[in-house]
Nanobody, 120 residues
Framework: QVQLVESGGGLVQPGGSLRLLCAASGFTFSSAAMSWYRQAPGKEREFVALISSGAGFTNYGNSMKGRFIILRDNANNTVYLKMNSLNPENTAVYYC?????????????WGQGTQVTVSS
């Protein structure tokens, strides 16, 4: 059973930093592309960052470039999102996503999300 469990969210002041963590299980983590998305109230889910299976490629949403960093630890089946210089527009539920191939099927799985609130 695929499980993605996010943690590390919380309340942070504008200008502050947070590190989100996604613990994965139930699939071959080192073969999966991992990504983060976010969804603010009343808005569509938005792409935040992606890291390839071997960590050789990363990509970020336009407003995250230079402030967010995605990392992975294949030995511990974990993906991280380090967020710096946070502002209230970054308030959202942040979701971890795994994309991988199992047999002949391409699969995508989501975590339950972790709330990030940026407020003074």
């Amino acid at each position: 059973q695929v499980q993605l469990v996010e943690s590390g969210g919380g309340l942070v002041q504008p200008g502050g930093s947070l590190r989100l963590l996604c613990a994965a299980s139930g699939f071959t983590f080192s073969s999966a592309a991992m990504s983060w998305y976010r969804q603010a109230p009343g808005k569509e889910r938005e792409f935040v960052a992606l890291i390839s299976s071997g960590a050789g490629f990363t990509n970020y949403g336009n407003s995250m470039k230079g402030r967010f960093i995605i990392l992975r630890d294949n030995a511990n089946n974990t993906v991280y999102l380090k967020m710096n210089s946070l502002n209230p527009e970054n308030t959202a539920v942040y979701y971890c996503k795994a994309n991988f191939v199992r047999g002949t099927s391409r699969q995508a799985h989501w975590g339950q999300g972790t709330q990030v609130t940026v407020s003074s």
